[in-house]
């Protein structure tokens, strides 16, 4: 089965083209920072199990018994079956290493050790190679054998507790907020390490835990317990740092989002909503300060904006400079001008579900520009090819199936 191809894909050669990735994890941190490399032209090469395959081919909806989690998950990759617990599976992915210059696992420490497969072994066949660990909660401490989760990061991390309302529970994305955070960790701590790469000459491991990189979004919490003994509590969608800021409700039942961050909307926002007296008022000139008089803010611009349509309300805030945007649902994000504008939004011809629609790569580079060129792929389909291209012969590779190896 040939690779497909997007013939919507740019033409040119994209930046990390030549780079070979072997994406050996599950469920979603790693295989994401997998897919990040793949879309701007990393040859990756996904590692499941002969008979376990990825569990995200069975996450969510599925057309035609087929996951449409998978498809975006996957896309971009190539995909081999291996078990690397035997001795097949464990010769064959050290002759893959040796030519590879990133693998991704996410394995409990010490599982790949336990195989064989450990860093002082992988080292031995490739200087070079760069090996990204991602788990739960890294590589050392009381916790690291734990069994990790997006989820448990939500909740160690410090983001369940100030999310939710403020008489209300801590509260848990419906999505895996963590495990997408550590991707885009991962991918970037992936090329931080190539780049010390092309100094030294030397590869070097990624110790990745989940549990830090969403700490680092939440913002100076740590630092201001350590300097004030503040701890930021639940506000529900208000901000202690400036008001109006919240959810509000149009006449035609949508909502929208307002946010006064600057002074200087701040004080539009009043005008527009009909109460240009408050910005007289010497708490409205902080955003601090504003955010105690919350309740007085949210009353006089969630009144105008029960009156109006959305539509309306949106284009009077446009035509104020102040900031609105409407609450979406995926039906919104799909028809929105500014994400058709941005081209957020991609369609790949797929050989199993036909055209597909889905997220396009994360950010645009004017010259050597990243794609989509295909979306995922079925459960070992490039097995045979991939092990012919590492001089494997037919007889070799009916004994590696023999042995349940791949």
């Known amino acids: 089965m040939s690779t497909p191809t997007n013939p919507a894909a740019p033409a040119t ?3 990390l083209a030549g780079l070979r990735v072997l994406d050996l994890a599950t469920l979603f941190a790693g295989p994401l920072a997998a897919t990040m490399l793949g879309d701007f032209g990393a040859e990756v090469v996904k590692v499941e199990h002969p008979r376990r395959p990825d569990p995200s081919r069975g996450h969510g909806p599925a057309k035609d018994g087929v996951g449409l989690w998978w498809k975006l998950l996957g896309r971009n990759k190539r995909t081999l079956t291996l078990d690397l617990s035997s001795p097949g599976g464990r010769d064959v992915l050290l002759r893959l290493a040796a030519d590879t210059d990133v693998i991704i696992e996410n394995f409990r420490p010490g599982t790949l050790e336990r195989w064989g497969l450990g860093w002082e072994e992988l080292r031995a066949v490739n200087p070079r190679l760069v090996l990204a660990r991602v788990t739960g909660f890294g590589q050392t401490g009381p916790y690291a054998h734990r069994p990790g989760f997006g989820t448990l990061a939500e909740a160690m991390s410090g983001f369940a507790a100030v999310t939710g309302e403020p008489d209300g529970p801590p509260t848990l994305p419906p999505f895996g907020l963590a495990d997408s955070i550590a991707a885009l960790a991962t991918a970037y701590a992936v090329m931080t390490a190539l780049a010390g790469r092309d100094r030294t000459g030397d590869g070097q491991v990624v110790d990745m835990a989940i549990i830090e990189p969403i700490l680092t979004v939440l913002g100076p919490q740590p630092l201001w317990y350590d300097q004030l003994g503040y701890v930021q509590p639940r506000t529900g969608n208000r901000s202690r740092n400036n008001a109006p800021r919240n959810t509000y409700r149009t ?21 527009l909503v009909g109460r240009p007296e408050l910005i007289e008022e010497p708490w409205f000139s902080a955003g601090s300060t504003r955010a105690e008089h919350a309740d007085e803010l949210d009353e006089a611009v969630g009144h105008w904006i029960s009156r109006r349509t959305r539509e309306e309300a949106v284009d009077a805030f446009e035509k104020a400079e102040a900031a609105i945007a409407p609450i979406h649902d995926v039906r919104d994000v799909m ?7 941005l081209g957020t939004i991609t369609e790949v011809d797929d050989p199993e579900l036909g055209p597909l629609r889905m997220q396009n790569v994360l950010f645009r580079l ?7 060129r295909w979306a995922g792929r079925p459960h070992g389909a490039d097995t045979e090819e991939i092990l012919t291209g590492l001089g494997l012969s037919a007889s070799a590779i009916a004994a590696l199936r023999d042995e349940g190896a791949s």
């Open 13 to 15: 050669t994209p930046p």
């Open 251 to 271: 006449a035609d039942g949508h909502w929208v989002a307002v946010s006064t961050s600057a002074q200087s909307v701040a004080e539009r926002v009043m005008r």
């Open 335 to 341: 028809e929105d001008p500014q994400y058709r504008a």
């Open 366 to 372: 004017s010259g050597t520009p990243g794609a989509v």
